[in-house]
């Protein structure tokens, strides 16, 4: 019996012990407070603070919504404001901006707060950018929800003087009537080019990223003499991926011509304008009007401008 209950005794001990050792295992971690879901910042400089946890912080991940390939890149600054090109803990890390090809996002962290900014937003509709905080052993997440901000400046246009390719083209607009029920022949003041505009397009290689996300002021060549011009130009506003209409300064559209219509009878007269086409390549510089970040962006360049004009007319009796 003694033996017994020395090995009862023995076995409890043990037990003790092990769960002793069990406890002493366990991992112990501060909880993650939960987050705002989502918020709301204007697009060109709107921010927000909100609750957030520093500590035991992994690291931080940026994603979207959208199928385009945004090509995100993240910069990480210390506390003493410098760059830190790969932070060995998110501990050294007092600021964080993201920035894509249409948005630059800025996180300043406290210890129980991060300062999130919306430097730009040069998309042409809002945004919402997924941020999340990775814990290690938690992942905490909100939605900025970025408002439409401002589309890049064109800082610097190029096109390309020693390949290009040029054509003509008409186009025939409607058919008009004129009548004249006295008996004496009557002019009708025509204005050919009122609606014959000058046309750029600025296709980017990359649609996706570019279309209608950059504007600004550049020079062009224009058509005189008989030739373009590639080393003389006239300043237009032109959206990189639209369609721009413009008159040239090349193309007087208060230019007046006339049509003769006899005594007693109706005219159907028909104007067809002549455009010269010119095709060549470009690479202009961007720049986020906020933070000065610049991209290259590279395409084809259409230009069609009215040069000529002739009127198809025909006479008809009453």
Not at 11 to 16: E, K, P, R, W
Not at 160 to 176: L, Q, R
Request: negative net charge; glycine residues 6%.
């Amino acid at each position: 019996m003694k033996t017994v209950r020395l090995l009862s005794e023995l076995s409890a001990f043990i037990f003790v012990l092990l769960l002793a050792s069990a406890c002493n295992s366990d991992i112990f971690v501060d909880p993650v407070p939960d987050m705002e879901e989502s918020i709301s910042l204007e697009g060109f400089n709107g921010s927000k603070t909100i609750k957030f946890k520093k500590k035991g912080l992994k690291s931080i991940h940026f994603d979207h919504y959208y199928g385009f390939n945004w090509e995100p890149y993240t910069t990480y600054y210390g506390h003493d404001g410098s760059e830190i090109r790969t932070p060995k803990s998110m501990d050294e890390v007092s600021k964080v901006i993201s920035s894509s090809n249409y948005f630059a996002l800025e996180l300043n962290f406290m210890d129980d707060e991060v300062e999130i900014i919306s430097l730009d937003n040069a998309y042409i509709a809002p945004l919402d950018i997924i941020v999340s905080f990775d814990y290690g052993y938690a992942v905490k997440s909100t939605i900025i929800k970025i408002g439409v901000g401002k589309p890049y400046d064109i800082v610097d246009f190029n096109y390309f003087i020693d390949k290009y390719v040029t054509t003509t083209e008409v186009i025939s607009g409607i058919p008009n009537t004129v009548h004249n029920n006295t008996p004496n022949t009557v002019k009708s003041i025509i204005y050919p080019y009122k609606d014959a505009q000058s046309k750029l397009t600025l296709t980017p290689e990359d649609d996706a990223y570019w279309s209608e996300h950059a504007v600004g002021n550049i020079s062009i060549p224009f058509f005189k003499d008989g030739e373009w011009t590639m080393y003389k130009t006239e300043d237009v506003e032109a959206t990189i991926g639209t369609p721009n209409s413009f008159a040239s300064g090349m193309v007087n559209i208060d230019e007046e011509a006339y049509v003769e219509i006899p005594p007693n009878s109706s005219v159907s007269y028909r104007v067809h304008v002549t455009y010269a086409i010119l095709e060549t390549g470009f690479a202009t510089t961007v720049k986020m009007p906020n933070t000065d970040i610049e991209r290259i962006v590279w395409g084809k360049l259409n230009l069609r401008q009215p040069i000529d004009y002739y009127i198809e007319t025909k006479s008809l009796l009453l």
